[in-house]
């Protein structure tokens, strides 16, 4: 693994995505090879498990989806985009930015879906070989800004296409509260790894830090 792995996390409208943009277009811009990726998704596979697992129509056409099921989908969606996506990009020395990775199923289904950290890690070793992105940007602004900012995005959404894209964003707020406070447990526990973004800040100076720290990641 010659490359930089990065993962982006955090809960649905805390603005991880447009980052992910904004440094693959900085990096790109310096000359680095990038190749940017979603999970679940970023493989026609992984596009098909997608669909399954957030469109909210699913569960009308195929029952309910039982909280390990989901679970285990989201490592059959990683195991591939590691397999096809990830680790040809890194074993070429690309910089690899996905959207959420394990982090996301022990945050939403080990803490959300009450299924256990413990459990995820270890599906994460069996299934994924423990492999750890390098960095990981953990943006976290206060629950109830990023509860807003999902909600009137899933109401946009709705009265645009007349459906709601995600099952999760249905939950509710003790659901995202887990979720959260798992997401601070994960920072605490690995440092080195995980650097927070918690305070209120512009789209510009979040985004400047974060160059920031990849820079120096890639010094070492
Ligand atoms: P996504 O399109 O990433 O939403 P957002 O842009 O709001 O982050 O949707 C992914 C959804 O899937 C999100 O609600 C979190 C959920 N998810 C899990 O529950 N577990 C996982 O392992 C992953 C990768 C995603």
Known sequence: MSGLFITFEGLDGS?????????AAS????????????QPGGTALGDRIRSVLLDSKSEAELGAIAPEAELALMFADRAQSLKQVIL????EGSIVLCDRYTDSSE??????RELGADRVLAL???VCNGIQPQLTVLLL??????????????ERHIRKT???????????EIF???????????????????????????????????LDVVHKRLER
């Open 162 to 172: 007349g459906s709601d894209e995600n099952r999760f964003e249905r939950e509710g």
């Open 88 to 91: 040809p990009a890194l074993d």
């Open 124 to 126: 994460h070793q069996a």
């Open 27 to 38: 990096l790109a811009a310096d000359g680095h090879r990038v190749v940017t990726l979603r």
């Open 15 to 23: 603005g991880k995505t447009t980052q992910l943009q904004r440094l």
């Open 107 to 112: 945050a939403y289904q080990g803490a959300g």
């Open 141 to 154: 602004p206060p629950l109830e800004k990023s509860l807003a900012r999902a909600r009137r995005r899933n």
């Open 176 to 210: 995202y509260r887990r979720v959260h406070e798992q997401y601070e447990t994960i920072a605490r526990r690995e440092p080195q790894r995980v650097e927070v973004f918690a305070e209120e800040a512009s789209i510009e100076s979040i985004a400047e830090r974060i």
